[in-house]
């Protein structure tokens, strides 16, 4: 029987990847690629021949049956993301509980995950923290954050850079104008930022200064 890796890549800073996932990568039979052509581009810097096949939200459904069959025909399979852990806001889930009920042996390797040095980095309390990842975009957002808003635990978002403003300005309307906020963005990248103050000075800064790049944003827990 073979096994699945879920291997962590970069999640800017083409150095942050560990020796061992490299070998991995190299000594695998398939890799598993969110998007083939991003992950492409590691692969080549990195100079990893290994075949690739495309993994992602679309069909992530249809290909888990024939993927554990494979591994269970002696395909060693690793799976990568576009940046940073898989199954975390990313493909991998799926495949990983059908390989669990399959008996079959999964490995994941520690690595880059964008929200570990955004919390600490924030100066929030790290100590107890939860992990909401996207909020929902319409159906069920105002509950969620009706719900979080009693959080006392410090709280870690993403979200894209269009919406920024938007959600910041939700922050200050359900949580409070006061309550902490970080925003870090473009993590390990040439053009790294991390803004922190209230949540209206963070909804000031970047309705003046609007985004670019990769975003995650940590809110302090309600007091």
């Known amino acids: 029987m073979g096994k699945l890796y879920l291997v962590p890549t970069p999640i800017g800073n083409l150095e942050d990847i560990t020796l061992r996932a490299i070998r991995v990568l190299k000594e695998a039979d398939l890799i598993l ?3 083939t052509r991003t992950s ?5 810097h990195l100079e990893i021949g290994t075949p690739m096949q495309s993994h992602h939200m ?8 024939i993927l554990v069959q494979k591994i269970q025909a002696g395909t060693t399979i690793a799976l990568i993301s576009d940046a940073g852990t898989p199954a975390i806001s990313d493909p991998g889930f799926l495949l990983t509980r059908a390989c669990v009920a399959a008996n079959i042996e999964v490995d994941c390797l520690p690595g880059a995950t964008a929200f570990v040095p955004a919390l600490v980095n924030s100066g929030l309390p790290n ?6 990842g996207f909020l929902p975009v319409k159906k069920g957002r105002q509950t969620r954050l009706k719900l979080l808003a009693e959080e006392t635990r410090t709280i870690i978002f993403y979200e894209s ?5 938007k959600t910041l300005g ?3 309307e359900y949580f409070d104008a006061e309550r902490p906020v ?12 991390t803004v922190r103050g209230t949540a209206e000075e963070v909804l000031k800064h970047f309705t003046e200064k609007p985004p670019k790049g990769e975003i995650v944003i940590v809110v302090g827990g309600k007091k």
């Open 33 to 35: 690629a969110e998007d």
């Open 40 to 44: 492409g581009k590691l692969l080549k």
């Open 58 to 65: 679309h069909n992530e459904h249809k290909m888990v049956d």
């Open 127 to 132: 100590d107890k923290f939860v992990f909401e």
């Open 161 to 165: 850079p269009h919406k920024l403003v």
């Open 170 to 172: 939700q922050f200050v």
């Open 182 to 193: 970080s925003v870090s963005r473009e993590l390990t990248k040439m053009y790294e930022e």
